[in-house]
């Protein structure tokens, strides 16, 4: 009985919920010819995976425990520990959390999604080792295990990427991830080496301990590797094309993963450096590093969106647009921005994965996701429409769902941080996310009219609808969608406000492990003050911000009526349409619902047009340039 219960102590839990996927991996690489038989063992690995890990929330978030696992015997060599360890607090199990959640749902959804696929066997073979290496990663507590995980997530996803090989991209695709998803775990391996040659010790308890205290030039520049290394992963701006490049290729239950997941995994790695690493989000200039990229994120991948053709590119664009988000709202270094950062996340993995999981539903019945050639599927696909729909208005922050409600905080704490701070910078903030989010909320129209609403074309007339095991793993995602946005209170309760605390008790995690936390550095993260959703006040500077990002978006893109007549006179397109013309079908393109904003913005697309050049080695070179910047950075303000 005594052995038993050892083995079903929650104390093994973590190292349960990694195991059963990488197990079921391997048994259905050995044993997976049979669909049944594979089907049952990939449902069984990430079933089991999430129960592992909900059944942490009772001890990690609602009792504040925090988990040391040793893997093997633990041992101190001169004052330094040796050994693999797992740590587990209240936020890195929210990072798992939402991994399993995503997981399971799309690994529903794979089920009757890959029946049409050859080689299936291999495509659940790298889907687990996917998924067991991004739960590995963000339950770890040994920084050299991190880069391990990273490494298995990063080849499984570059294969993943190119499985279906024979369609239009993918091999490129994967070509680019690789390249420079290459670089980016490098930048980690050789952070990871010069912290271990400063510190003798890879336990991210004891670095934790020990770097803050030891800020020497080859520590400041093992920080810069290791924030690119992760930023590469999170695909934070510079790395938003490989984003595109990645999601638009693989198939959309692996776009899930790579955009709910993965994304996230860089993320987490982002605040261990950060908040718990280096301990040095108390600087205001560190604030200002991850607010101005999480910003520029937000800004520019949705208007990179606005350009787009391609379903699953366009979504691809949207999901580093909302990454940009969450980045923001934890560079502030407040309790409520990085609670409202959390929250984000939870939305975008909900959202992003319902999204991308409707395009994979298009694409799984019409065979194409360019804009232009589809239309009117709404009457064709009426249950993955409302689907979609919900999924569109909660990423564009329509009240009641869930994209609102978190937004909703995140402006509340960039608007709060300017008033602290007397920074107005900051409110500046609080505007490009109004503006991007104005303008998702745009692009998302355009969407929506191009793919479920207008004239069917003649040729998707034998369309029909997905599958109920599909629709199912939509309606999940759905149903999370609609809850979270109406209950943000017990979200923030339950969920991110315990992250949060988690993110600032850096004693406690250095501790939890047997070291002396007693000289970490202490941050005044302020208090979890929230203006309530509904509040009157509240709307009314909304409102008022929100007016004062339309005209600045106004005057930068001056309506140009001299040019715009000229080029009236030569094309049919720009005149006004006033009826009583012959009636016939023009399905209104991908590119033309928004030709009146892109003609006043022209020249920013045309650079950004110029900069987006889709060659490998420009990408590689940005990664350069990224990691010089940012090493430049560290030296000056660390």
């Given amino acids: 009985m005594n052995l038993l219960g050892n083995v079903l102590s929650y104390q093994h839990f973590p190292i349960y919920a990694i195991m059963v996927l990488f197990m079921g991996s391997f048994l259905i690489a050995a044993f997976g010819e049979n669909r049944r038989v594979r089907n049952i063992l990939a449902l069984l690995s990430i079933t089991a995976s999430l129960i592992f890990s909900l059944l942490l929330i009772n001890p990690v978030i609602l009792r504040g425990e925090i988990i040391g696992y040793w893997m093997g015997a633990r041992s101190i060599a001169g004052g330094y520990a040796i050994g693999i360890a797992l740590e587990v607090d209240a936020l ?116 934790a301990q020990l770097v803050p205290g030891n800020m020497n030039t080859a520590t400041k520049a093992a920080f810069a590797l290791l924030f690119v290394g992760f930023g590469t992963k999170a695909f934070i701006v510079p790395f938003h094309p490989l984003a595109a490049d990645a999601h638009g290729a693989a198939p959309a239950s692996v776009s899930v993963i790579i955009s709910g997941v993965l994304t996230k995994s860089g993320i987490y790695g982002i605040i261990r450096i950060t908040y718990f690493l280096f301990q040095s989000m108390g600087l205001g200039t560190m604030q200002f590093l991850l607010v101005f990229i999480g910003s520029v994120s937000m800004f520019v991948c949705v208007t990179m969106a606005l350009a787009q053709h391609d379903f699953k590119r366009l979504l691809a664009f949207h999901s580093i647009s909302q990454i940009g988000y969450v980045l923001t709202a934890v560079g502030l270094c407040t309790a409520l921005g990085l609670s409202a950062g959390l929250y984000h996340a939870i939305n975008h993995t909900l959202f992003k994965g319902l999204l991308f999981l409707a395009a994979g539903a298009v694409l799984h019945e019409t065979g194409t996701t360019d804009l232009n050639k589809l239309g009117g599927l709404a009457r064709k696909m009426p249950h993955t429409t409302v689907l979609f729909l919900i999924g569109a208005l909660s990423i564009s922050g329509v009240p009641p769902f869930n994209g609102f409600a978190s937004k909703w905080l995140i402006y509340q704490a960039t608007y709060q941080k300017a008033v602290e701070s007397g920074n107005i910078g900051f409110l500046l903030v609080t505007v490009i996310a109004l503006i991007t989010s104005v303008l998702t909320l745009a692009s998302f129209v355009k969407v929506s009219h191009s793919v479920f609403f207008g004239q069917l074309p003649p040729e998707l007339e034998k369309v029909k609808e997905v599958s109920w095991g599909m629709r199912f793993a939509m309606g999940i995602f759905a149903l999370l969608c609609i809850v979270t946005g109406l209950f943000p209170n017990l979200v923030t309760t339950y969920l991110t406000e315990p992250a949060a605390a988690a993110a600032f008790s850096v004693q406690r995690y250095i501790e939890a492990m047997g070291f002396d936390g007693s000289a970490a550095v202490e941050i005044l993260a302020g208090s979890f003050r929230y203006a309530g959703v509904w509040e009157p006040v509240s709307w009314l500077l909304v409102l008022c911000i929100a007016l004062l990002a339309v005209t600045i978006a106004a005057l930068a893109g001056r309506y140009d009526n001299v040019s715009l007549c000229r080029t009236a006179a030569g094309d049919s397109k720009y005149q006004l349409f006033y009826g009583g013309e012959e009636q016939s079908f023009s399905q209104l393109g991908g590119d033309d619902m928004f030709w009146g904003f892109k003609h006043n913005w022209r020249g920013y697309f045309s650079f950004m047009h110029r900069l987006h050049s889709g060659i490998v080695n420009d990408y590689a070179l940005w990664a350069v340039a990224d990691l010089a910047l940012v090493m430049l950075f560290s030296l000056i303000v660390l």
């Fill in 92 to 207: 890195s199990l929210f990072f798992a959390l939402l991994a399993a959640c995503a997981i399971f749902v799309s690994g529903v959804y794979s089920i009757q999604y890959m029946s049409r696929d050859d080689n299936e066997k291999e495509y659940y073979t790298l889907y687990l080792l996917l998924c067991g290496g991004v739960m590995g990663m963000v339950l770890s507590g040994d920084l050299f295990n991190m880069f391990i995980m990273v490494e298995i997530l990063t080849f499984a996803a570059v294969a993943l990427t190119a499985f279906r090989n024979t369609a239009r991209g993918a091999v490129e695709a994967a070509f680019k991830y690789l390249v420079v998803g290459c670089m980016g775990s490098t930048f980690i391996l050789v952070g990871t080496a010069m912290l271990y040659a400063q510190t003798h010790t890879l336990n991210l308890a004891q670095l």
